[in-house]
Nanobody, 121 residues
């Protein structure tokens, strides 16, 4: 099965930037849909962005559109989330998810362990 490992989380001041990474392993082909989700205490999980690994087609949730960028490096089996203009409301645990799909819906079969992002005012 697919294993996912996130990294790059940390603490940053409002207006700053972070780049998260999700490294995938345990599969033979690159036809995955991979995405980022986040969950803050007391709130439901929210889809942030996803990308189809075959052609690089992307989708963004309304709350991060224009500030976050998802990208891929197929040679490294890795997906990145560049987060700019961070706000305190972006504070959450960020999770990487994946599915064998064309990103017609949010990927949710495989999950990483999460990486914490904290944005202070």
């Amino acid at each position: 099965q697919v294993q996912l490992v996130e990294s790059g989380g940390g603490s940053v001041q409002a207006g700053g930037s972070l780049r998260l990474s999700c490294a995938a392993s345990g599969y033979a082909y690159s036809s995955l849909c991979m995405g980022w989700f986040r969950q803050a205490p007391g709130k439901e999980r929210e889809g942030v962005a996803h990308i189809y690994m075959v052609d690089g087609d992307t989708y963004y949730g309304d709350s991060v559109k224009g500030r976050f960028t998802i990208s891929r490096d197929n040679a490294k089996n890795t997906v990145y989330l560049q987060m700019n203009s961070l706000k305190p409301e972006d504070t959450a645990m960020y999770y990487c998810g994946a599915d064998w799909s064309r990103c017609a819906s949010w990927p949710g079969h495989y999950w990483g362990q999460g990486t914490q992002v904290t944005v202070s005012s």
